[in-house]
């Protein structure tokens, strides 16, 4: 969920992008024969979903599904098609045409921003990309959680205009689906292990070791295609040490089935309206998102917000207000009781905006403000965009009153 559902900001380090080298095996007290899960990743794999007996997963008949992911066409690797979870995602999708790829990474027709917004749309609802993850990286965080996981998927089929997940492939970005689920989630067993308990409260959390599941996808959407979010989820609810988390802008009622026992965070990203509307394209109803929240609790999950991106343009005080008074007339007390909230400005990118004057220039006129905005070279080049530092800072204080205005349970866990 940018500021906005990949929760973490844009993010100029290495993430899952090119090149998925040639995999690691990082030293440790779990390193070797059984890091490729023959040993105990299997075990931990889904016990309470049908998939693994059907080979069908059971979400892609929802409404929800229907709506969002009708695939035509799958770009596999060799590999990833010929995994179990490989093999369960081409059995649900009979009718697709697959095709072969030498690499996720590199399929010249699929990425890229040529062409007009309707293909990429398209793209996004009719494509999907499986392969195998080589990297498998946990890197240190420190804001939306205290450490970003390796992701079971990346990209997305929704297109939020100031998302920054296609920064690498283009906007024409559709789900890869990352096959060796096993080997992730051994490789966060071994990393949950190494930590041990968490000896100091932080932001992230009080007592757990948080993970962030969802840098680069939307987990509640790759629910519908594969039990990749589901192995997480339950994974976690094996370690007492930590717990998952990930920022999703869909609402996947499918969820409410797996029982995360308190061991997953989902983050509801939230803005008003009004703004949502214009530049979250393919989303859940920001409303939609609020309600669902107390349904996720009931169903175990612990329930934050993430308010984000805050855009600013002529009346976002008040839209941010009326959003913030409905959450507070809406939301459950028990709701209130356990949220928090994570605040995060817009950034932007020089690459994006002028994709999106090609396709949506009405969303360039609220997210691109270059009197009110500071650019700086990313490393890989690009330059990205944030608002400058005292606009910031002053913008920062006006979201923290309206919270203590209008959500005063909310406590904001940080705000950048
Ligand atoms: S396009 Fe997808 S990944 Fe990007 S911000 Fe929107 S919901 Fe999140």
Redesign the pocket.
């Known amino acids: ?2 500021p ?3 929760s973490t900001g844009p993010t100029d380090g290495p993430t899952d992008g090119p090149p998925d080298g040639p995999g690691e095996r990082p030293a440790g007290p779990f390193a070797g024969p059984s890091d490729d899960g023959a040993l105990f990743g299997l075990d931990e794999l889904p016990t309470q979903t049908p998939a693994g007996a059907t080979g069908k997963p059971r979400f892609r008949d929802s409404p929800e599904a229907r709506r969002m992911l009708a695939v035509r066409e799958i770009h596999a690797e060799p590999g990833a098609a010929a995994s179990p979870r490989g093999r369960q995602i081409l059995a649900a999708y009979p009718e697709a045409e697959v095709v072969p790829v030498d690499s996720h990474w590199r399929i010249p027709d699929l990425h890229g921003n040529k062409g007009n917004a309707e293909r990429w749309v398209r793209v996004k609802s009719t494509v999907l990309v499986l392969g195998e993850k080589k990297t498998l990286t946990v890197r240190p965080n420190g804001r939306s959680a205290d450490w970003i996981a390796p992701g079971a998927a990346n ?6 205009a ?5 920064r690498r492939k283009g906007y024409a970005n559709p789900i890869t689906v990352f096959t060796n689920i096993e080997r992730i989630v051994s490789r966060l067993r071994r990393h949950v292990t190494e930590q041990g308990p968490k000896s100091e409260p932080n932001q992230c959390d009080p007592a757990a070791w948080v993970y962030d599941i969802g840098e ?3 987990c509640s ?1 790759d629910a519908l295609i594969s039990e990749n979010t589901a192995d997480l989820i339950h994974a976690f609810t094996r370690w007492p040490t930590a717990k998952a988390s990930f ?4 609402v996947n009622p499918d969820l409410l089935d797996l029982d995360p026992r308190g061991r997953t965070r989902v983050r509801f ?1 939230v803005m008003p309206p009004d703004d949502s509307r214009l530049l ?4 859940s109803p920001v409303e939609r998102r609020i309600a669902a929240a107390g349904d996720f609790l009931e169903a175990g999950y612990e329930v934050h917000f993430n308010l984000s991106p805050v855009v600013i343009r002529p009346g976002w005080e008040q839209a941010w207000a009326e959003l913030l008074q409905h959450m507070d007339d809406v939301l459950p007390r028990a709701v209130k009781d356990q949220a928090a909230a994570e605040v995060i400005m817009l950034t932007h990118n020089r690459d994006l905006h002028d994709v999106n004057m090609a396709w949506h220039p009405r969303a360039e006129d609220a997210l691109w403000r270059p009197e009110l905005q500071q650019a700086k070279r990313s490393e890989n080049g690009s330059w990205n965009v944030r608002y400058r530092n005292a606009d910031k800072a002053e913008a920062v204080g006006t979201v923290r009153r309206l919270v203590a205005e209008h959500a005063p349970w909310l406590t904001i866990r940080y705000a950048f």
């Open positions: 969920m940018p906005s559902h990949p990209g997305c089929a929704m297109a939020c100031y998302c920054y997940v296609p680069n996808n939307d959407v920022a999703t802008k869909f990203s979250d394209i393919r989303t």
